[in-house]
Nanobody
Framework: QVQLVESGGRLVQAGGSLRLSCAVS????????MGWFRQAPGKEREFVAA????????YYSDSVKGRFTISRDNAKNTVALQMNSLEPEDTAVYYC????????????????????WGQGTQVTVSS
């Protein structure tokens, strides 16, 4: 059974930084494409960032490009999201997602592509 546990969310002022972490247990972590998504109240879940199995290929939504950085540590079975220059519009519950995939180059950017999800961590950015 694959389990994902996010941590690091909290209240932060606009312009500040946060680092979210997702710990993955079960299965073979290095075989998973990984992604971060977020969902604000009343809105659909939206893509934030993703990377391929080895972390060499990354992809970001236009709204976070240049401010957020996704990374993974295959030795520690973790994926991180470094968030800088936070804006009130970044307020949301942030979810980590995993999907086993054979193609080592693939980066998955839609929620439907992922089969495993964490419970989410709340990020609130005050103005």
């Amino acid at each position: 059974q694959v389990q994902l546990v996010e941590s690091g969310g909290r209240l932060v002022q606009a312009g500040g930084s946060l680092r979210l972490s997702c710990a993955v247990s079960g299965g073979t972590f290095s075989s998973y494409a990984m992604g971060w998504f977020r969902q604000a109240p009343g809105k659909e879940r939206e893509f934030v960032a993703a990377l391929n199995r080895w972390g060499a290929r990354t992809y970001y939504s236009d709204s976070v490009k240049g401010r957020f950085t996704i990374s993974r540590d295959n030795a520690k079975n973790t994926v991180a999201l470094q968030m800088n220059s936070l804006e009130p519009e970044d307020t949301a519950v942030y979810y980590c997602a995993a999907e086993p995939i054979s193609n080592i180059l693939s980066v998955l950017t839609t929620p439907q592509a992922y089969g495993y999800w964490g419970q989410g961590t709340q990020v609130t950015v005050s103005s």
